[in-house]
């Protein structure tokens, strides 16, 4: 029979990677925050877009590992097929163990600006500068 407090044991769990080249080195808490980066030196020779992509990446990794921290807490503790232990799990998986990578949002175009003619607006008038205001100007 499972046993021991789950509460406390999550409050504890922290998870770390490291990226396939060894540069960034993140790790998450329990609550998959960062707690902590390691940069290597050499991520003076990585493009700012690339450093952000492997930093990004390697937290995803982390917390996938939390993840898996926490189904062996439960194991441990309340069990997986307890209603509890189901909660913390499906909790922990839907926030973390997510598809790789998230899909770059995509912004639609801008809608042409409109164009306005500069026509007169009452038969009368002759095409201005756009300074008329509809009226004589000389009956003031």
């Known amino acids: 029979m499972p046993g021991g407090n789950l509460e406390d044991r999550l409050a504890t769990l922290s ?6 080249d060894g540069v960034v080195t993140v790790t998450v808490g329990s609550s998959g925050a960062v707690t902590g980066l390691q940069l290597d030196d050499r991520v003076q020779r990585l493009t ?10 390697t937290m995803r990794q982390a ?3 939390l993840a898996e ?3 062996e ?22 926030r973390f163990l ?16 409109p164009s306005f003619r500069n026509t007169p ?5 002759a095409p201005g500068n756009g300074f008329e205001s509809g009226r004589d100007s000389r009956a003031r």
Request: aromatic fraction near 4%; hydrophobic fraction near 40%.
């Open 98 to 113: 997510g598809p790789e990578e998230a899909p770059a949002p995509v912004m639609p175009s801008a809608p042409p600006f």
């Open 69 to 71: 921290r926490v189904a």
């Open 63 to 65: 917390q996938a590992a």
């Open 15 to 20: 998870a770390s990677a490291t990226d396939e």
């Open 48 to 57: 700012g877009a690339t450093l952000s992509a492997d930093i990004l990446r």
């Open 73 to 94: 807490a439960v194991d441990e503790t309340v069990g997986a097929d307890t209603a509890d232990g189901r909660a913390v799990l499906n909790s922990y998986n839907e």
């Open 121 to 125: 607006t009452l038969p009368h008038q």
